[in-house]
């Protein structure tokens, strides 16, 4: 029978494991311990206690974690099912071993000292468990060992911390990774505890700054920035740091240890606060954008040079895009269009052309759209006005190569043109031959088709066809004329579809031939039996196809051009004698105009005089009428005129020129007169004029004469002059002779 003091001994005993009990239960209600092991070296003791077993065991069994008892050599007494669970093994096989070889065997004496050092205080440690089927269990063991009546009673917390560890160990792969990564970025980083104000960890280089900085970190930083840059870059960092923006994001010069400046821009932000909100920790990245700049601060150099000369321009440039609506355009363009830019922008050439018009700057720039460069001359009425523009269009490409619109740049040639049509007034001829010659020539102009002019050399197909040209619907585009004659022949291809940048030796950019130049308009193509049987071929497939391949080029360009061949041969003859293709004569002898010989159409001529005469008047720059008398216009009249209006027109100009007075007398008549014996001339210098323009008529002169003397002869004049064939060629184009009729000595 027990004492009533052993009974309340045992009472306290039981009421004091029981307070130990709820506390674990507590602790596992928490989630703080997952499983508890009891052991104690008189477990004899603990069984005698039976209601206080059975409250351990129930408590134990409750637990969602294992527990065990274990003898003081570490032997399983007794144990939960889910300790058995946890180590992937039956009760009945736990029981009764050693709790130690289920360890890792390396850190089984450190289990053993646990169990020691529990015996003075609780003691927890991390240990790796392994299963039956060879997987490990992290675990966080805590013993506690009771000393009651010289018995002792450990008591052991397990955790099972696999999750944790593994959550652990993910995070620090991560961290490495991170490491590595900010290894091997070219950027900057740091971390920089703000109140010891030092760098914690960096890569920050760049300034050379190391981990192991002892700090001040902020004012050297800030003794290092560009004196212009200290207050934005503080701005910055305070704005942040107030809660006014969520990042740091700034762009300084800092001086580098090597003494260099160097553009850095930084981004970063607050890490860590403390409870009042005070940053503790800040983070972030330095990147060295010293290139970027550079490039930036070259790119807005050339682009105030190309605004200076986009707004200083007299041509007028534009940029349109995709939709062809005007995006950019200069003050020449305002100018033109008379308008504001801003009621240009956004616009496109049907809102701001009259319709007739618009139809074809919209062709032309959708080809432009498509990868054509084109380069015309075209007359438009703006608020009325007929304004002709030299316009040279490119197609916009972005960095990906892809067109995303146009560009554009367009010289107002409208005075030109008017001075070159001067020439050109309505014709009306007294002669039958002539009147019935220019109701066919005013059909032609009607109609796009191809046209065939014969006519005998200086007959005035060349002038004829810009007849025709000047009453098409081509008339506001350019007119061209190329004289095959007169061309190299090595050079008649480029110089008629032109080439390609290196396409032979000498062709040293691209160059575009004259039937790209005659886009939108008119090429007269003059002694067109003088092409070889190349050119012939090649253009016969431009008039199929309105394409062709520029010398040297693959890409087929196709322009838009009225073509008008011309001849004074009987190219039917030449067709026969195999020198001209059969299929290109029929091609071009669509439409065939016979020019009548001036000696046909005698009863033209006093008007033809009178044209000319004002045409030279205007030339000349005559400050008088010059004016034939009437026993001259006989003279005229009586002529033959083998070499038609040309010889006429050369006739009255050296008789103007000699003359040098209103009163026109004809002299020098089909060499009837005396050929000069000198070379002279008289000199105009009208104040008008400068040097250069008296020294090209003088050229001009020279030349002429110099044809006139050989009868026409190239090889001839240039020997008279003393100069080159090819210079001479030269001559003619720049002087404006080329058309002058005369012949070549070598074939095409
Ligand atoms: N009806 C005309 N009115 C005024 N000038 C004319 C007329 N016809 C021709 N001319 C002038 O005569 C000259 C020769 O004319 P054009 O060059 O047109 O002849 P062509 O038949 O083309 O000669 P070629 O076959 O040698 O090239 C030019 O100066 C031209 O301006």
């Known amino acids: ?242 809660g006014h923006k969520p990042v740091y994001d700034c762009e300084y010069r800092a001086k580098m240890p090597s003494g260099e400046w160097r553009w850095i821009w930084s981004r970063g932000k607050v890490i860590e606060r403390d409870a009042d909100g005070n940053p503790l920790r800040a983070a972030g990245a330095l990147t060295d954008i010293t290139a970027k700049r550079e490039i930036e601060d070259q790119r807005r150099r050339t682009e105030e040079v190309f605004r200076a000369i986009f707004e200083g321009a007299q041509d007028c440039i534009y940029i349109k895009d995709h939709l062809l609506r005007y995006k950019e355009v200069n003050p020449a363009m305002e100018q033109l269009f008379q308008l504001p830019a801003a009621d240009i922008i956004g616009k496109t050439d049907a809102d701001l052309l009259e319709p007739s ?154 160059k575009r031939g004259q039937l790209e130049l005659a886009e939108g308009g008119t090429l007269l193509l003059n002694e067109v039996g003088e092409l070889s049987l190349t050119l012939q071929a090649k253009l016969l497939t431009f008039l199929d196809t309105r394409e062709f391949t520029r010398v040297g080029g693959e890409k087929p360009v196709s322009v838009s051009a009225r073509l008008i061949a011309a001849t004074n041969k009987d190219l039917k003859t030449e067709v026969d004698a195999g020198r001209f293709r059969m299929d290109l004569f029929y091609r071009l002898n669509v439409m065939t105009i016979t020019i009548p010989p001036l000696r046909e159409r005698k009863a033209d001529i006093p008007l033809l005089v009178k044209r000319i005469l004002a045409q030279l008047r205007f030339e000349l720059q005559l400050p008088y009428e010059p004016q034939l008398d009437g026993t001259s216009m006989e003279i005229l009249i009586d002529y033959d005129w083998p070499g038609n209006v040309r010889e006429l027109r050369n006739v009255l100009e050296r008789s103007v020129m000699l003359s040098n007075s209103p009163a026109v007398q004809i002299i020098d008549l089909g060499g009837r007169s005396e050929v000069l014996s000198d070379w002279s001339h008289t000199i105009q210098f009208p104040k008008s004029e400068s040097i250069n323009d008296i020294t090209r008529n003088m050229k001009s002169r020279l030349v002429s004469e110099a044809l006139r003397r050989s009868g026409g002869s190239k090889k001839g004049a240039a020997k008279l002059l003393g100069i080159s064939r090819y210079s001479l060629k030269h001559y003619l184009k720049t002087l404006d002779l080329g058309f002058y009729g005369v012949h070549d000595d070598y074939e095409m």
């Open 357 to 510: 018009e618009s139809g074809y700057f919209n062709d032309v720039d959708s080809r432009v759209l498509r990868g054509a460069y084109i380069e015309d001359e075209h007359t438009r009425r703006i608020h009325g006005v007929p304004t002709t523009l030299h316009e040279i269009r490119v197609p916009l490409k972005d960095s990906e190569g892809n067109i995303i619109g146009i560009c554009g740049i367009a010289r107002n040639v409208t005075e030109r043109k008017e001075q070159k049509e001067v020439t050109h007034s309505q014709n009306e001829y007294p002669s039958e031959a002539m009147q019935e010659t220019i109701t066919y020539l005013r059909l032609a102009s009607k109609r796009d088709a191809t046209i065939l002019l014969l006519g005998e050399s200086g007959s005035g197909k060349d002038y004829f066809a810009k007849f025709i040209h000047q009453r098409s619907p081509r008339s506001s585009g350019p007119f061209f004329a190329v004289n095959c004659a007169a061309v190299a022949p090595e050079l008649a291809e480029s110089e008629l579809f032109g080439h390609e940048r290196g396409a032979f030796t000498g062709a040293q950019g691209r």
């Open 1 to 242: 029978m027990k004492t009533n003091e052993e009974l309340l001994a045992e009472i306290a005993l039981i009421r004091e494991r029981l307070e130990e009990a709820e506390d674990t239960l507590r602790a596992i209600r928490a989630g703080e311990v997952d499983a508890i092991v009891i052991s104690g070296s008189d477990t004899e003791r603990i069984y005698t206690l039976e209601g206080q077993d059975r409250a351990y065991r129930m408590m134990v069994e409750t637990m969602h974690e294992g527990a065990a008892s274990l003898s003081a050599d570490g032997t399983i007494l007794y144990c939960n099912t889910r300790l058995a669970e946890l180590l992937g093994s039956s009760l009945e096989q736990i029981i009764a071993t050693p709790l130690k070889l289920y360890l890792v065997p390396e850190e089984r004496d450190s289990f053993m000292n646990l169990i020691g050092e529990s015996k003075t205080e609780r003691s927890r440690r991390e240990f790796t468990f392994v299963r039956s089927d060879g997987s490990k269990l992290h675990a966080l063991v805590s013993s506690n060992t009771y000393r009651q009546d010289g018995i002792e009673t450990s008591c052991a917390v397990i955790m099972d911390i696999s999750d944790r560890k593994k959550v652990e160990e993910e995070l620090q792969a991560a961290n490495e990774r991170l490491a590595r990564i900010l290894e091997a970025s070219s950027d900057g980083f740091y971390e920089w505890d703000l109140i010891k104000d030092r760098i914690q960890r960096s890569k920050a280089e760049l300034f050379g700054y190391s981990p192991d900085q002892t700090g001040g970190v902020w004012q050297d930083f800030m003794a290092r920035l560009h004196p212009e840059d200290r207050a934005r870059v503080q701005k910055a960092f305070d704005d942040h740091v107030q």
